[in-house]
């Protein structure tokens, strides 16, 4: 089955310089009650983003009319916590693309990579130079290449490179899924299973 | 050049490994539940394709479930829909399910190893980041977000690469009144909320060697907790005399077998790991913490951290963590007021949890501002402690026994923690929102919880045990 596809992508970012980010923050567990993918996105952030009468909170980047664009900029550590790909579901539902931080938590890098969200992991200061550009212009533009793996800050030309797993970068460049490729081996599966 | 625990288990398992790729693993079994499933099992539907080994899938229902009445339909439209898919997903793909009502029914990570589904030397998934819980059996452990749900539905295989590998030692003797709970809750504080992302964690020295297996379980679970991709301990004794005449274990000249092969599984004198840590377990005080991350914690005699101590640029978020706890720079949690005490979870809710609980609780009352919850891990854990009269004690104390789930661990049934409240609980999250919107969890102990309880302060019970003759062993 093939999965969503992903290059390259120039845009806005919205940035979140909050550190330890856990996937409770991203989706609170009583939205987790539903039985599809779609719609997370609206209850992305929740408790950050709206009040208890479900008002928006106007300090939260999410509210801010200033602050848009396909890549969410993060505090290290992000996506810490439970293993609720309704996480990774609830970001790209919301139209980001990308997560940039200088640490990933393991589970939700890999929910991420299965759904065509790309997280990219820069260095410290890369990241503080990306919060600086922001803080400086909130329209700061910036560049993700994931076939030649770089970042960059557009308007300087700052750039870095970033590691992604060989067979995850082919899975999300092609559309590749990993079902089909474990199945594609269901004979050494069987064999094993046969050994046992 | 030896070998590592963790990579006997993992050969053991790699049906393909390609440079380039991860491994396909062989997964022995795969438990799951309510909440992570649904997605999956529609995902299956799409592609046309059956669970590829039905028999190697143990379900149960238990992140959604209330923890009363539940001999009656639950009232919450959504989670009855999810728990009501979840039967009828099982019953479509042929799956074996503990739902609510069956005697086998619990938190999943309680269920496996009571069953003796988990054993030493297997793999095991779920869809729930504290299935490194397993671990504790000498076992590799993973949780898995549901696309990894669905792609050991469909071949009973994880696509994964090797992690680095981490060992934990823990050597000497506890203080009295001090558990694996405050072990783990140390560890955690020494090293981050971080500091083993990448990492397969294997705990070793004579403290742990002396844990029993639910020590051992509550240790393992909370190797998510630092980041760390799974947590093991290497099988013993006390692990075999565990398994032993379980439900599922081994039978016969079949358990003979497997004693011989688990009885190689330890890493080798001379095996090699990326990252070696030492702590003394004398050094270890009853823990708390009082941040939003379980990597803040510290002893319960100790002061919350100045701001003016991090780094500038983590200060922002440490600011943030304490202004929701409601609690300022260097203030002692000690003899602060609370309004909750939760003890359960995969954490801390079984059979030895509640025994503990139990003994210390036994002829004293709670405290008036407080509204305490116990809630088993498992209907076995639930009866057993009904059969032991824990329950009467519990009653007396004004400690209700419940009925099992996750309950207040995440809130997602009736079971929360109303905003602004504390509650020291015995789980393993204290992020926002955890246990409720805008809830403030200390995590701590069962003992310390109880203690806790009992006074209507956060409490160090140490000062008990010094007041009482009675010795509690933990
Ligand atoms: S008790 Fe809590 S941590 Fe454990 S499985 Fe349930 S929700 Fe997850």
Redesign the pocket.
């Known amino acids: 089955m093939a999965t969503k596809i992903f290059k390259h992508i120039q845009t806005s970012v919205v940035p979140l310089p909050i550190e330890n980010i856990d996937t409770d923050q991203i989706i609170p567990a009583r939205f987790l009650k539903a039985t599809t993918r779609e719609g997370f996105g609206n209850n992305l952030f929740r408790d950050w983003r709206f009040d208890e009468n479900n008002a928006p909170k106007e300090d939260f980047v999410l509210n801010n009319p200033n602050f848009s664009g396909k890549i969410l900029v993060a505090g290290k550590n992000f996506g810490c916590g439970?293993s609720r790909e309704h996480a990774a579901w609830a970001i790209a539902d919301y139209g980001f693309d990308a997560v940039v931080s200088s640490f990933f938590a393991d589970i939700f890098k890999g929910n991420a990579l299965n759904n065509g969200l790309l997280p990219v992991q820069v260095s410290d200061d890369f990241l503080k130079k990306i919060f600086d550009a922001v803080d400086a212009d909130q329209h700061t533009v910036v560049e993700i290449d994931l076939v030649d793996q770089f970042i960059k800050i557009v308007a300087t030309g700052e750039q870095e490179t970033f590691e992604v797993n060989p067979y995850k970068k082919a899975c999300m460049t092609n559309g590749y899924d990993d079902i089909d490729y474990i199945l594609s081996k269901k004979e050494l599966i069987e064999e094993f299973e046969e050994a046992k | 050049m030896g070998q590592t625990l963790f990579d006997k288990i993992w050969d053991a398992h790699v049906v393909s490994s390609n440079e380039g790729f991860p491994d396909i693993l062989y997964i022995d079994t795969h438990f799951i539940h309510e909440v992570t499933s649904p997605q999956a099992f529609d995902g299956l539907r799409t592609r046309g394709l059956p669970v590829f080994r039905p028999k190697q899938t143990v379900a149960t229902a238990?992140?959604n479930v209330p923890t009363i009445d539940q001999h009656l339909p639950i009232k919450e439209e959504l989670s009855r829909y999810q728990v009501d898919m979840l039967t009828k997903n099982c019953a479509e793909f042929g799956i074996e399910l503990y739902g609510l009502g069956h005697p086998f029914q619990g938190?999943?990570?309680v269920i496996g190893p009571e069953l003796g589904i988990t054993r030493p030397g297997g793999t095991y998934v779920c869809g729930?980041?504290?299935t490194s819980t397993h671990g504790a059996f000498g076992a590799i452990a993973f949780g898995i977000g549901t696309s990894q749900v669905e792609q050991v539905m469909a071949t009973q295989c994880l696509l994964q690469s090797r992690p680095k590998r981490m060992k934990i030692e823990v050597n000497g003797t506890l203080q009295n009144g001090v558990g694996a709970k405050d072990i783990i809750l140390y560890i955690i504080s020494k090293i981050s909320a971080a500091g083993g992302t990448g990492y397969a964690v294997e705990y070793a020295g004579d403290t742990i060697r002396a844990l029993s297996m639910e020590g051992r379980m509550t240790i393992c679970n909370m190797s998510i907790e630092m980041g760390a991709r799974c947590g093991l301990i290497a099988p013993d004794q006390t692990t075999i005399e565990y398994v032993k005449g379980r439900e599922f274990a081994p039978k016969g000249e079949e358990w003979d077998k497997a004693v011989a092969y688990w009885k190689t599984l330890y890493s080798d004198a001379d095996a090699q790991f990326d990252e070696v840590l030492s702590f003394k377990a004398e050094d270890i005080e009853p823990m708390i913490t009082y941040g939003t991350n379980p990597g803040m914690g510290i002893g319960v005699t100790q002061h919350v951290p100045e701001t003016a101590s991090f780094e500038t640029k983590e200060q922002g978020s440490y600011k943030k963590a304490l202004d929701y706890m409601g609690l300022h720079d260097d203030e002692q949690l000690l003899g602060k007021p609370i309004d909750y005490v939760f003890i359960?979870?995969?954490?801390n809710?079984r059979i030895e949890d509640l025994r503990q609980v139990a003994e210390f609780v036994k002829g004293k009352h709670k405290a008036d501002n407080v509204t305490v919850w116990v809630v088993p891990g498992s209907k076995q854990v639930q009866e057993q402690a009904i059969r032991e009269g824990l329950d009467k004690i519990f009653d007396e104390a004004g400690f209700p026994l419940r009925e099992p789930g996750?309950?207040a661990?995440?809130g997602?049934n009736e079971d929360k923690i109303p905003a602004g409240k504390y509650c020291v609980s015995t789980?393993?999250?204290n992020f926002e929102g955890r246990q409720g919107p805008n809830s403030r969890t200390f995590l701590a102990s069962p003992l310390t919880a109880a203690a806790s309880a009992i006074t209507g302060r956060v409490t160090d019970i140490r000062e008990f045990l010094k007041s009482s003759e009675s010795e509690l062993v933990s």
Do not use: Y
């Open positions: 439970s | 238990d992140h938190i999943v990570h729930d980041s504290h359960g979870s995969c954490t809710s996750c309950s661990c995440l997602m789980s393993n999250r």
